[in-house]
């Protein structure tokens, strides 16, 4: 089980301590670092930053939100970055809800899901072959644009540019079973949002056997520290927010994954908290033991043993999100590598 480094997406402002994060990282023989985006920063460009300051690690997008691109120009920016920074690139895409897709990209929330992603991802793949001009006559995309309001001049295309890799590795955020299971067919690897090691197959349905070679990147929380309960309070204000915030009361996927993983009960309290503007008891709602199940949170001894029961299911890259250096100390040590022990700098595919 690889480690990557999962850095978010900025709250007010950039964070000065992710560059450093993330060059320690490097430094402990992590395989990856990520970045994200929600209705702020973007992922891209704090990436390739973050790829001007390393040499080695690999580079992932957890998630790259797909309403906010054409996936033309989510590749143009996926084989750019991977030029730059010498074959490091992972491109992960998510969905993302009604709520961050009509309320944020100002476009509608695609009434066939599962159509849009696999549309979006066979346009990318057509981009990194570059076998011929980019065609699709599909149900959310088109090449060229079909459209009644369009001129009827667009041409089919492919990138001036050659990518670098074909084969660039693509992943998909993927919550609900149907998703999960297309994202298997047509996706080089997973990006689970929560991941129980003792729930994951009732929660996602997951086949016994996986795709060979396919990448399953779950994202945790880890913090070394003496105070369990303290340690996981902003577990419990990210699931708050998510469960609570992210969605709407009849249409929540991160709220419905959580009834799933069998807190059904506290996931519409969460909610209906959240609703009310009750934000701070939504946060104290949500059960310490839910929070405590996907996360690394502890003393150096609780969190050893723990991350053995990671181990042993289908996880190939945990990537943890970390307040501070001696945590990403503790799991490089615990996880057996040392400094300068990564894969190197091209991902496996």
């Known amino acids: ?48 930053w973050i790829a001007a300051h390393t040499s080695r690690i690999g580079l992932g997008t957890a998630v790259a939100q797909m309403a906010a691109r054409t996936p033309t120009a989510t590749a143009m920016q ?38 849009a992603t696999r549309e979006y991802v066979d346009v990318i ?25 369009g001129t009827g001049l667009g041409k089919p295309l492919r990138p001036i540019t050659h990518p670098l890799r074909a084969d660039l590795p693509v992943l998909l955020g993927a919550e609900g079973p149907k998703n999960i299971a297309q994202t298997l067919r047509i996706a080089d690897g997973w990006l689970p949002l929560y991941w129980s090691p003792g729930r994951f197959r009732e929660a996602y ?18 913090q070394v520290c003496d105070d369990v309960p303290k340690g996981l309070l ?14 709407h009361a009849t249409r929540n996927f991160h709220a419905d994954l959580m009834a799933r993983m069998g807190y059904e009960a506290e996931a519409r309290r969460v909610q209906a908290l959240f609703a009310e503007g009750r934000r701070e008891e939504a946060v104290l709602a ?4 839910f929070a405590d199940e996907i996360s690394l949170v502890g003393p150096r001894e609780r969190i050893a043993e723990r991350l053995d029961e990671w181990r042993t299911g289908p996880v190939t890259d945990l990537l943890v999100t970390a307040p501070d250096q001696e945590t990403l100390r503790t799991l490089a040590e615990l996880n057996g590598q040392g400094p300068s022990g990564g894969s190197g700098a091209r991902p496996r595919p």
């Open 78 to 115: 996926a084989l750019t970055l991977d030029h730059l920074s010498g074959g490091r690139m992972r491109l992960g895409l998510g969905l993302s809800g009604p709520q961050v897709v009509e309320g944020w990209y100002g476009r509608p929330f695609p009434r066939s899901p599962l159509t």
């Open 205 to 222: 349905a997951l086949p016994d056997r996986l795709p060979d070679g396919f990448l399953v990147a779950p994202m945790v929380r880890a």
């Open 286 to 289: 949500v059960p310490d033991a």
């Open 125 to 149: 793949r057509q981009v990194l072959r570059r076998e011929a001009p980019v065609t699709l006559a599909g149900r959310h995309y088109s090449f060229p644009y079909a459209g009644e309001d």
């Open 1 to 48: 089980m690889r480690l990557g480094l999962a850095l978010g997406y900025w709250g007010r402002g950039p964070s000065p301590a992710h560059l450093e994060l993330a060059r320690e990282a490097e430094r402990l023989g992590y395989d990856s670092v990520w970045t994200a985006e929600a209705w702020g920063s973007d992922a891209f460009t704090a990436l390739t």
């Open 234 to 247: 902003p577990v419990k204000a990210m699931l708050g927010f998510y469960i609570g915030g992210m969605g």
